[in-house]
């Protein structure tokens, strides 16, 4: 049976990295983003790298709950076959709690969590439907699901959200076969952090190949076995300061 997966979040750096390893395992895929023009060009590159898989490609409000729902229901309608989730949108706001926009703490909650379970409950339908299918969510979240840090209180928060999401999501659904993970990067080299100052030791993070290598490793697992979760920091001592940077708040 052909794999298939949707990924959301798909034009940003991690998304693009997971979308380039998932073409070169020949997964079909329908890819979410909220920029029709970065669609367009990420559907083009990948067809280079493998024109025989079939792309398709959604312009999709993450922040717009009630939107996002009705296209997903369709989508799921459409594609009854999902096999793989992969749930990557996010967006991140710095700031301390007395600064912070009660429209920035609404977006984050709706571009990191709650899009999330809306896109998880439309493709989980599906999914138990076809339990044959080698069925698995993949959740990207980040170490500041684990440890919070001075002004990433309404990021951080989102983060633990998909903590417990997940962790209750492989107790709901662990019985029917299906398979979830969470992932945890430390910093990545995307553009959340890409227009600080402190450029080169940025450029020392993470990588995002290095997060669609996690994947590749979870998709080559055995029938037999779910990773549950993995946590992925950088190892140069640049990145590594700078994250300590980041968590007391200094470089924000």
């Known amino acids: 049976m052909k794999n298939r997966a949707l990924i ?3 034009t940003g750096g991690i998304g693009t990295a997971i979308c380039e390893m998932l073409v070169e395992m020949n997964y079909d895929l329908i890819l979410l983003g909220k920029n029709q023009e970065k669609l367009s060009k ?9 024109s025989e898989v079939s792309i398709v490609t959604y312009t999709i409000d993450f922040y717009n709950l009630s939107l996002l729902e009705k296209n997903m229901r369709n989508i799921s309608e459409k594609y009854n076959d999902i096999n793989l989730l992969i749930n990557n949108a996010g967006i991140g706001y710095f700031s301390l709690v007395k600064d912070i926009t009660i429209h920035n703490i609404e977006k984050s ?5 709650i899009s999330t379970a809306i896109i998880t409950k439309c493709i989980l339908k599906n999914m138990l439907q076809h339990l044959e299918s080698n069925n698995q969510i993949i959740n990207i979240s980040s170490i500041a699901g684990t440890k919070s840090f001075k002004q990433g209180s309404i990021y951080s928060s989102t983060k633990f959200a998909m903590e417990g999401f997940t962790q209750a999501l492989w107790e709901e659904i662990k019985s029917y076969g299906i398979k979830v993970c969470l992932i945890r ?10 227009n600080k100052e402190n450029f080169e030791n940025i450029c020392k993070a993470l990588q995002p190949k290095d997060i669609a290598n996690c994947i590749k490793f979870i998709l080559q697992q055995s029938e037999y ?4 979760e993995i946590s992925i920091r950088p190892i140069k001592k640049e990145a590594q300061n700078l994250f ?5 708040g200094d470089s924000l």
């Open 8 to 10: 959301s979040g798909a």
């Open 42 to 50: 990420l559907y083009y590159h990948l067809k280079k790298l493998n």
């Open 109 to 113: 909650l709706n571009i990191n969590f």
């Open 185 to 194: 990067p430390g910093l990545v080299n995307t553009g959340l952090f890409r």
């Open 225 to 228: 076995s779910n990773i549950n």
């Open 244 to 248: 300590y940077e980041i968590i007391k």
